[in-house]
């Protein structure tokens, strides 16, 4: 696996920098992210025209809320298409780091976009539910137009989502299950809409109120893992274990402690200070460094794990502590 070596010289002390080559191309990347989500954009508008056309003259406000949903799918894809543009970007001055944290943001702001939408659908059927006598009967069109909108997004999310999990994208990943979330919905509007046609009113507004509920589920979560994100909350626990276990493996690392990670768009930044014997010479400690990082980069979209050389003198044991201020 390809890496890098920062060898700046610091007294009694060095600082290497391992940069991984990553699992999949980036160019392959944004052209699976382009492609799929120019696939969601013309599903989406396709769906939205029939919704809202026959939404109105059914007299169905579920399927309405239901377009509205789709025009936020649309809002995001562009969204996603934005990230995408700029994260693939490699670093400069600017950003030393990249720009992969563009993908952090897009997802975040997918998240926001789906609270105010599920807000706004959850009042409007608010509405409608304290006003009864002004329900009206759907038209049996609205069913079928449901039932369509069902099958094509039930698809669009199982095609998104195969893309997203072969180049391993947060951001795809949300982006598919938004339109997962959309497929939810349309079974509910269904559901809602025969209810009615079946001479039960008020299932059209509690469909458009119980799907403005799980999109703002879904975009509470969102919102909340993109902020985790951007404060560099650490990673999960699971991940953390393997890069302990990866460096207790390291054979003739006497130990290590202030082990820390965080994320970078999909891939992981992992610092770390390797504890070495103060008589050992740097170039020896250099090459057990080599075989910890080599080690830690065998585990999936570990992006750079940089490693800081402490001299012990009092242990030659492998151990693991954190030193706090």
């Not at 054979?251 to 200070?273: A, Q």
Request: aromatic letters at 6%.
């Amino acid at each position: 696996m390809a890496h890098q070596h920062d060898h700046s010289a610091v007294p009694a002390r060095r600082l290497a920098s391992y940069q991984a080559s990553e699992p999949v191309a980036e160019s392959e990347r944004s052209r699976v992210a382009r492609r799929s989500t120019w696939t969601s954009v013309v599903v989406n508008i396709i769906l939205v025209i029939f919704q809202i056309i026959v939404g109105v003259f059914a007299h169905s406000q579920a399927l309405i809320a239901d377009a509205i949903h789709s025009l936020s799918d649309i809002l995001s894809d562009f969204v996603v298409l934005f990230a995408n543009r700029h994260a693939a970007r490699a670093a400069d001055a600017g950003h030393p780091f990249g720009h992969r944290r563009f993908e952090n943001i897009a997802s975040l702001a997918i998240g926001l976009i789906m609270l105010a939408v599920g807000l706004a659908m959850m009042w409007s059927a608010g509405q409608r539910i304290a006003a009864p006598s002004s329900i009206p009967t759907v038209h049996l069109s609205a069913l079928f137009v449901a039932i369509c909108v069902l099958i094509a997004k039930e698809g669009l999310f199982r095609y998104m989502l195969r893309a997203a999990l072969r180049v391993r994208s947060a951001l795809l990943v949300a982006n598919a299950w938004h339109a997962r979330s959309d497929a939810a919905s349309s079974l509910v509007v269904g559901i809602g809409i025969l209810a009615n046609i079946a001479g039960f009113p008020m299932a059209d507004p509690l469909a458009a109120l119980l799907v403005g509920a799980m999109i703002v589920r879904m975009g509470g979560k969102f919102s909340l893992q993109a902020l985790n994100d951007l404060a560099d909350h650490a990673v999960d626990e699971d991940i953390e274990q393997q890069i302990r276990q990866a460096l207790h493996d390291t054979p003739n690392l006497p130990g290590f402690h202030d082990l820390k990670t965080r994320k970078s768009g999909d891939m992981i930044l992992v610092e770390v200070h390797l504890e070495f014997p103060a008589d050992m010479t740097i170039l020896a400690a250099h090459d057990i460094s080599e075989r910890a990082c080599a080690r830690i980069m065998q585990i999936d979209d570990i992006l750079q794990v940089t490693t800081h050389f402490d001299p012990v003198t009092d242990k030659m044991e492998s151990t693991e502590h954190t030193n706090q201020r």
